[in-house]
């Protein structure tokens, strides 16, 4: 019987750590770390202000400031923080995957008309390519089958 | 005759009280801008630095950036396209897997901010949790779209937007965004200091290292008139 008790009061102890680990710890960061890492590029920002209208290209690569400063390209990376792309996902593509029920949850979810069209359009394409394979392996190659 | 007039005050009071939700309602806010830094350091060790200007306006749908470093560019998305346009001139298009109504800039002018728009999404709010001074919740997608998409965990502090984090299908941390500090203008709230640490997944399926992106705004202007040809910039044929 203590045994049990023992083994449940372990089991709840450990069930709380467990939780500690993926909740409120999970947005905590180290600040003085980050801090430390983003010296450079906040020294960067400091002096790009200062100097209104410089650029990367102007300022060149032997300045130190711009050691391992790239123009990345990527604006997809760099915007990510301001949308969640599985959320943008377009409605065209909820039509086209989910046919009705796409519409249907664009419908009432987005409650916008042109996104709603969108969703039609998808489900309307996605309609047309299922008729167009169905017609062609139900009646053309069907009806071949039939002359073996 | 006195009874009545206490009636007629108290029903005038009553249809008062009964509209103050519309009135607040009626307070459409549509546009904002906002001078911004993003700051990124991947895991190789390189850095970049974006600066300028974003605007927004929700009529037109149309997501502005006037970047002024590291070149002067201006970034247009409308729908799921960026175009890129430099001196007037369209030098890029692309998809983006983003429309601009599911950005913060939305959320905020909307006031979904605090749930990050997925009460308006395709997910479900799941388990709800008090820990410390946090309200967590998790947020569930939709049951046809669980093998694509993971579960959203979102923190609440003081009633306001303080984390999010986003799992894979397979539960795996993708990356994770701390809100710090509001600016207030206009009577919406927008985050001061955005921290985002991203938990990249290789061809693989391994995760390893991590990048860390520090965006910040200031400036920011809620409704404001003029400058209607960068809120609704025309993006150029070429």
């Given at each position: 019987?203590?045994?049990?008790v023992?083994?449940?009061?372990?089991?709840?102890?450990?069930?709380?750590?467990?939780?500690?680990?993926?909740?409120?710890?999970?947005?905590?960061?180290?600040?003085?770390?980050?801090?430390?890492?983003?010296?450079?590029?906040?020294?960067?920002e400091?002096?790009?202000?200062?100097?209104?209208?410089?650029?990367?290209?102007?300022m060149?690569?032997?300045?130190?400031?711009?050691?391992?400063?790239?123009?990345?390209?990527?604006?997809?990376?760099?915007?990510?923080?301001?949308?969640?792309?599985?959320?943008?996902?377009?409605?065209?593509?909820?039509?086209?995957?989910?046919?009705?029920?796409?519409?249907a949850?664009?419908?009432?979810?987005?409650?916008?008309?042109?996104?709603?069209?969108k969703?039609?359009?998808?489900?309307a394409?996605?309609?047309?390519?299922?008729?167009?394979?169905?017609?062609?392996?139900?009646?053309?190659?069907?009806?071949?089958f039939l002359?073996? | 005759?006195?009874?009545?007039?206490?009636?007629?005050?108290?029903?005038?009071?009553?249809?008062?009280?009964?509209?103050?939700?519309?009135?607040?309602?009626?307070?459409?806010?549509?546009?904002?801008?906002?001078?911004?830094?993003?700051k990124?350091?991947?895991?190789?060790?390189?850095?970049?630095?974006?600066?300028?200007?974003?605007?927004?306006?929700r009529?037109?749908?149309?997501?502005?950036?006037?970047?002024?470093?590291?070149?002067?560019?201006t970034?247009?998305?409308?729908?799921?396209i960026?175009?890129?346009?430099?001196?007037?001139?369209?030098?890029?298009?692309?998809?983006?897997?983003?429309?601009p109504?599911?950005?913060?800039?939305?959320?905020?002018?909307?006031?979904?901010?605090?749930?990050?728009?997925?009460?308006?999404?395709?997910?479900?709010?799941?388990?709800?949790?008090?820990?410390?001074?946090?309200?967590?919740?998790?947020?569930?997608?939709?049951?046809?779209?669980?093998?694509?998409?993971?579960?959203?965990?979102?923190?609440?502090?003081?009633?306001q937007?303080?984390?999010i984090?986003?799992?894979?299908p397979?539960?795996?941390?993708?990356?994770?965004?701390?809100?710090?500090?509001?600016?207030?203008?206009?009577?919406?709230?927008?985050?001061e200091?955005?921290?985002?640490?991203?938990?990249?997944?290789?061809?693989?399926?391994?995760?390893?290292?991590?990048?860390?992106?520090?965006?910040?705004?200031?400036?920011?202007?809620?409704?404001?008139?003029g400058?209607?040809?960068i809120?609704?910039?025309?993006v150029?044929?070429?």
């Amino acid at each position: 019987m203590i045994k049990k008790v023992l083994f449940s009061a372990v089991l709840a102890v450990a069930c709380n750590f467990g939780f500690a680990n993926t909740n409120a710890e999970l947005f905590q960061v180290d600040e003085q770390e980050i801090n430390a890492e983003f010296a450079q590029l906040n020294e960067l920002e400091q002096f790009v202000n200062a100097n209104e209208g410089v650029t990367l290209s102007e300022m060149g690569t032997d300045n130190p400031l711009t050691a391992n400063v790239v123009n990345s390209g990527d604006v997809l990376g760099t915007l990510s923080t301001m949308g969640e792309p599985p959320l943008g996902i377009p409605s065209f593509l909820w039509g086209f995957c989910f046919n009705v029920a796409g519409v249907a949850l664009v419908y009432f979810v987005a409650d916008d008309r042109d996104e709603t069209k969108k969703a039609f359009i998808g489900c309307a394409v996605s309609g047309g390519l299922y008729l167009l394979w169905w017609v062609f392996w139900v009646l053309v190659a069907g009806n071949a089958f039939l002359f073996f | 005759m006195k009874l009545s007039r206490i009636l007629s005050g108290a029903g005038s009071l009553l249809i008062f009280l009964m509209m103050l939700p519309n009135l607040s309602i009626g307070q459409h806010r549509f546009r904002m801008k906002a001078d911004f830094s993003i700051k990124e350091k991947n895991q190789n060790g390189q850095m970049s630095l974006t600066l300028g200007t974003v605007y927004y306006d929700r009529t037109h749908k149309k997501l502005v950036y006037q970047v002024r470093f590291p070149e002067k560019e201006t970034w247009v998305i409308t729908d799921t396209i960026f175009h890129k346009i430099v001196n007037g001139k369209l030098v890029g298009k692309q998809f983006i897997p983003m429309l601009p109504s599911s950005t913060i800039f939305d959320y905020a002018l909307s006031n979904n901010l605090g749930n990050f728009g997925l009460e308006k999404s395709f997910y479900k709010a799941g388990e709800v949790k008090k820990d410390a001074d946090q309200v967590i919740t998790t947020w569930i997608p939709d049951e046809r779209l669980k093998k694509a998409m993971g579960n959203v965990v979102i923190s609440r502090k003081n009633n306001q937007l303080y984390g999010i984090a986003f799992y894979s299908p397979k539960n795996e941390l993708l990356k994770k965004q701390l809100f710090k500090g509001m600016l207030k203008s206009g009577g919406i709230a927008f985050p001061e200091e955005i921290t985002e640490i991203i938990y990249p997944v290789s061809a693989t399926g391994t995760q390893s290292g991590k990048s860390t992106k520090i965006s910040t705004f200031k400036n920011l202007k809620v409704n404001e008139n003029g400058e209607n040809e960068i809120y609704n910039f025309p993006v150029p044929a070429k």
